[in-house]
């Protein structure tokens, strides 16, 4: 749910997905509302080196109490 777009403070918008251009700032809240598990953040950039391969534009999503491995 995005709250706030360029510090600016916006009504709650619920999304599945947010596209961010050079220089623009958001916040947003995560419902983290899944099994307690490890999972995959990415970001697929515009330009530049795209792909998720060796963990470029990935982050991982890990729950207090799922194993530290790789989702």
Do not use: K
């Amino acid at each position: 749910t995005i709250i706030e777009v360029d510090d600016v403070n916006h009504e709650p918008l619920t999304v599945d997905q947010i596209h961010i251009f050079a220089g623009q700032c958001y916040s947003f809240v995560l419902n983290a509302n899944q099994d307690e598990d490890n999972y995959w953040i990415r970001a697929s950039p515009s330009i530049g080196d795209g792909g998720f391969d060796d963990g470029i534009n990935s982050a991982i999503l890990r729950y207090t109490n799922a194993d530290l491995a790789e989702p």
